[in-house]
């Protein structure tokens, strides 16, 4: 190993055969971390008993007499059939859409006045909020489900009478309270990210756009937004990615009223909780549950260096 | 189809009305400066309807007909009538005090405005929240509350009369409504009074202001955009994050079950559901903690301990230091102190401590492994390619991931049948390859040539920097131990029978203690290790290039460069990186329910609380669990804060 360095500039064979095998580890390491996916992708396409008697490394699904078929994506993505995830795609978007699209806009607008409307207590406000960028989301599911369920109450001391903010509508088990939550819980990182951005735009157009007696919302409107695109592009492919592939909050607001509107993510673990009987479409399920957000990520992965960039490194 | 349309429409209404809201609000407080009548017309219709509907919509006044329990538009007249009435008077009070700038008309104007809501309110309130007035709460708490404007007043320097009836308008609602008997004799005049008076007081307040200047319109401009622009987010965030956690703190003090089956009242038990967080033996579990000096892991923890105090002696009399533990000893030492935790780890169990090796190993093994592929992959042919495959896994859901390691990977089937999971696959495959002669021969001679290449590189080394060559000769240990076991009984997932042949012995990852957590944190190591690759390859490329070719003339091999150059510079950016993916591990929920849902001692906090929470009804316990993750995260919340206020 020591005896293998060479003086920079010289470029020997033995140089050469060097530096290719340096390269070895890095493409050892890509392969192994595509080859999970890999695998997955393989084996959505053989049969049941393909699946449950050989490996997907072994490929051709010959060794017990079948071929490649799309059935198990016919199954899937059926409508009707009990194992159908078809309908959890459409809840999937009717949450990710919404949930990606509210706080973008409501981001944006609070990016904005944090850094260029001067106002009193700015600086702790924005301090408040970015301080909330780590904390977990576990620490608010109880008392938000019972507000989707119940409604929100509040009492007036002194005078004891409670009166309804919000009513019973039972807002759990509908797309809605999905959709809240996560805007909720995505404001702190996306009024970080965007307020990054907008704040570092040259002070020179909102002073002149200023004195052309244009007022904030103008200045927002047809000078901030238009210049934020990479931003909030940035941050729509976060959240689409987030909301696409939760869980948690999911399963908790939608999942305790067992109604018709869960995502594909509750609808691949719910098929993968019956061990052993499902298990030949949970692989075509899951390429389909990950498929959506694979295509958007290589599509936008420009977007996404940029943004996980300036997200984490300040400046 | 019918779903596809509805989810469409569902989300144009959504996205739709949020804008519509929004917009229109900005246009209301565009109109201060463009027209201002026509800003405190629409403001006083607003405030006027929403004032109704919140009273109607409580059920406080009767309305022009029944309202049904749920909405139907057959019905809308009976929902719209109090809010249009409210804001017709909201509107011509607004509308009259932007057209009069003299104080007499000014106040006239108000008071009226005042007395008309509050008669409406008085003739209408249902008879069962008419009040009977007590007179001592009434003087009591409108005296007080008038002192507390005045002195308010005096504190910001205010118009003092103005304070003063602001204090006395809420001190009178507070007494007269508060301090009331409702229902008990139920009286229309005193009710009236009570409204009138509140009215007046409210409407006199309203007409002690005057019209703004030019001056004034630009500070309500100002004002009312900065609460447009981050009014928004600042409710979300309250409604959904603040109050919900504070609710969670006091749910947590709370017990699980009512009191009275059916009620809503909880008692309070203090700091118990903490203290059954911490004393069960399902989150703290030693129970097994005996069985670590068992493990084959410890000796080898103490092998590289020893021989990493040992090198940084051997480094120390090189640079005459005494004890040196920079370069050569810190790889060993690492390997030492981590195996050390391994093994500390698979041997306590529990909730707690599960998430704690969670963070630990989850953080330290993505940020080794991201800094690793970004230094490997740093100038490569086809660099991109290599890092959106390692980057990919960031895109599938946890949910995605667990299945997919779960299948593909971790598989076990019987050791009768052909394995179907890959890593059971190799592991079966080798077992049963080096228990033949050519195995031997072959897996054997690989890795004795391994440990030949690292004692050449030892010898080799020798005379430059015993520290070095100490390095090699440890590292070269591990290749000669497998070689020797190989060449021995074999490696691998076999069983030898008694008749000489031998039966698969496959490893059930998921579910076989002591090593199962480790194989369910690989999971999100797969995932975090882009995260950590992008971030940490940015910060090598923005290292400067100058830097690096002084090093080159100097001499200095790529190791050095590395370990002397790069890492010092992008410290920084490993700490970010590193809390990143501390965050997120602390509450890692999804492939611990996927996979074993806490099952063979693998529950980690998130899932617990879950479990707890939603499927058992311990609201108690599981507030409490939500309340630990949160402390166990407060830290780096602090940490945060601290950084933002230096910064200027």
Redesign the interface.
């Known amino acids: 190993m020591a005896a293998s360095v060479t003086t920079a500039g010289t470029t020997s064979t033995g140089a050469k055969i060097y530096s290719t095998l340096s390269r070895v580890p890095m493409w050892a390491m890509a392969v192994l971390w595509l080859l999970p996916t890999f695998g997955l992708f393989v084996n959505s396409l053989r049969p049941r008993d393909a699946q449950r008697n050989s490996g997907w490394w072994t490929l051709s699904p010959d060794n017990v007499g079948t071929r490649f078929t799309l059935d198990n994506y016919e199954t899937v993505l059926g409508a009707g059939t009990v194992n159908s995830i078809g309908d959890s795609l459409l809840n999937s978007a009717a949450i990710a859409i919404p949930a990606t699209i509210i706080p973008i806009a409501v981001a944006a607008f609070a990016a904005y006045g944090f850094a260029w409307i001067d106002f009193r207590g700015r600086k702790w406000m924005f301090i408040a909020v970015v301080s909330f960028l780590a904390i977990p989301l576990q620490v608010a599911l109880i008392p938000l489900l019972r507000m989707y369920i119940n409604g929100a109450h509040f009492t007036l001391p002194i005078v004891d009478k409670t009166l309804t903010l919000v009513p019973a509508w039972g807002l759990n088990g509908q797309a809605i309270s999905v959709w809240l939550t996560h805007t909720g819980f995505a404001m702190p990182f996306a009024i970080f990210l965007l307020h990054n951005y907008i704040v570092s735009l040259p002070k020179d157009i909102f002073e002149s756009a200023r004195i052309d007696g244009a007022d904030h919302f103008t200045i927002f409107w047809r000078l901030v937004l238009p210049l934020s695109v990479p931003v909030l592009a940035a941050f729509a492919l976060f959240q689409f990615l987030w909301t696409w592939n939760d869980y948690l909050i999911a399963v908790t607001m939608l999942g305790s009223a067992g109604g018709d509107a869960l995502p594909t993510t509750v609808a691949i673990a719910n098929l993968a909780g019956d061990f052993g009987k499902n298990e030949h479409l949970l692989t075509a399920g899951a390429f389909v549950q990950a498929f959506i957000p694979l295509v958007v990520f290589f599509s936008l992965q420009r977007f996404f260096v940029k943004g996980l960039l300036a997200g984490s490194v300040k400046g | 189809m019918g779903?596809?349309i509805w989810?469409i429409v569902?989300?144009v209404i959504?996205?739709g009305a949020?804008?519509a809201l929004?917009v229109g609000a900005?246009?209301l407080?565009?109109q201060v400066?463009e027209d201002f009548r026509r800003f405190s017309g629409l403001a006083g219709a607003i405030i006027g309807a929403l004032f109704m509907a919140?009273i109607d919509?409580?059920n406080l006044i009767t309305g022009i007909g029944l309202r049904p329990a749920t909405f139907e538009f057959g019905s809308l007249h009976i929902f719209l009538f109090w809010p249009v009435i409210g804001a017709l008077l909201g509107g011509v009070t607004g509308v009259a005090l932007s057209l009069r700038d003299e104080a007499v008309t000014r106040l006239a104007i108000g008071i009226g405005g005042g007395l008309v809501f509050a008669l409406v309110v008085a003739f209408t309130l249902k008879t069962r929240y008419l009040l009977s007035m007590r007179t001592m709460p009434m003087i009591t708490w409108t005296v007080a509350l008038t002192a507390v404007g005045v002195g308010l007043g005096v504190l910001r320097k205010r118009n003092l009369l103005t304070a003063a009836l602001t204090g006395g308008f809420f001190g009178w609602l507070?007494g007269s409504?508060?301090g009331a008997l409702q229902g008990v004799a139920s009286n229309r005049v005193e009710t009236i009074l009570a409204c009138v008076v509140a009215g007046a007081l409210g409407g006199a307040r309203l007409g002690m202001t005057s019209n703004p200047d030019v001056v004034g319109r630009a500070n309500i401009?100002?004002?009312s955009?900065?609460w447009?622009?981050?009014g928004?987010?600042?409710l979300?965030?309250t409604?959904?994050?603040i109050?919900?956690?504070i609710?969670?703190l006091i749910?947590s003090v709370q017990g699980n079950k009512p009191i009275e089956p059916g009620s809503q009242d909880y008692a309070y038990v203090g700091l118990d559901n903490y203290q059954s967080v911490f004393t069960n033996p399902k989150n703290i579990d030693t129970s097994r903690f005996g069985d670590i000096w068992g493990s084959a892991i410890l000796p080898w923890a103490g092998f590289f301990i020893a021989a990493g105090i040992l090198l940084a002696i051997v480094l120390g009399r090189e640079t005459k230091q005494g004890l040196n533990f920079g370069g050569a000893p810190l790889m060993p030492l690492l390997m030492g102190v981590g195996l050390f935790s391994f093994a500390l780890f698979t041997h306590l169990r529990g909730t707690v401590i599960n998430n704690i090796w969670w963070v630990v190993a989850v953080t330290s093994l993505s940020t080794a492994?991201g800094l690793?592929?970004a230094k490997?992959?740093d100038g490569?042919?086809f660099e991109p390619?290599?890092?959106?495959?390692?980057?990919?896994?960031?895109?599938?859901?946890?949910?995605?991931a667990?299945?997919?390691?779960?299948?593909?990977?971790y598989q076990a089937r019987d050791a009768s049948?052909?394995?179907?999971?890959?890593l059971n696959?190799i592991w079966v495959w080798l077992g049963e390859f080096t228990n033949g002669t050519l195995g031997k021969i072959i897996i054997g001679g690989i890795f004795l040539i391994a440990a030949a290449?690292l004692i050449v590189?030892m010898v080799?080394?020798l005379s430059?920097s015993p520290a070095?060559a100490g390095l090699?000769g440890v590292l070269g240990v591990v290749p000669l131990w497998v070689a020797y076991r190989t060449f021995g009984d074999g490696i691998g997932g076999y069983i030898p029978l008694d008749d000489g042949t031998v039966r698969a012995n496959p490893i059930n990852f998921v579910q076989g203690l002591p090593f199962n957590n480790f194989w369910l944190m690989m999971i999100l190591i797969?995932v975090q290790?882009?995260?950590a690759m992008?971030?940490l390859s940015?910060?090598i490329k923005a290292v400067p290039e100058d830097y690096i070719e002084a090093a080159?003339?100097d001499?200095a091999?790529?190791g050095q460069i590395f370990w002397r150059i790069t890492v010092p510079q992008i410290i920084p950016?490993i700490g970010?990186?590193a809390t990143?993916i501390m965050?997120n591990v602390?509450?890692v929920?999804?492939i611990v329910?996927?996979t074993t849902n806490g099952q063979f001692d693998t529950q980690v906090?998130?899932n617990a609380?879950?479990s707890e929470?939603?499927q058992f009804s311990n609201?108690g316990i599981?507030?409490a669990?939500?309340?630990v993750?949160?402390l166990g995260?407060l830290p780096?919340?602090v940490f945060?804060?601290y950084n933002?206020?230096k910064e200027?």
């Not at chain 2, 390619?385 to 995605?400: E, Q, R």
């Not at chain 2, 667990?402 to 990977?409: A, D, F, N, P």
């Not at chain 2, 049948?417 to 890959?422: D, F």
């Open positions: 779903k596809l989810t569902s989300v959504a996205v949020f804008s929004w900005n246009l407080f565009s400066n919140v919509g409580n507070l409504f508060g401009d100002n004002r955009r900065s447009l622009f981050v928004p987010a600042f979300f965030i409604v959904m994050l109050i919900p956690a609710q969670t749910l492994l690793t592929v490997l992959a490569a042919k390619v290599a890092k959106s495959f390692v980057f990919m896994p960031m895109a599938i859901s946890f949910v995605g667990s299945i997919i390691w779960r299948l593909m990977m049948k052909s394995q179907t999971g890959l696959a290449a590189a080799r080394s430059d070095v090699y797969w290790t882009g995260f992008v971030i940015a910060a080159k003339i001499g091999t790529d950016t970010v990186v990143t965050v602390m509450k929920f999804d329910k996927v906090l998130a609380m879950y929470a939603f609201r599981g507030a669990l939500a309340m993750l949160f995260i780096v919340m945060n804060i933002l206020t200027d």
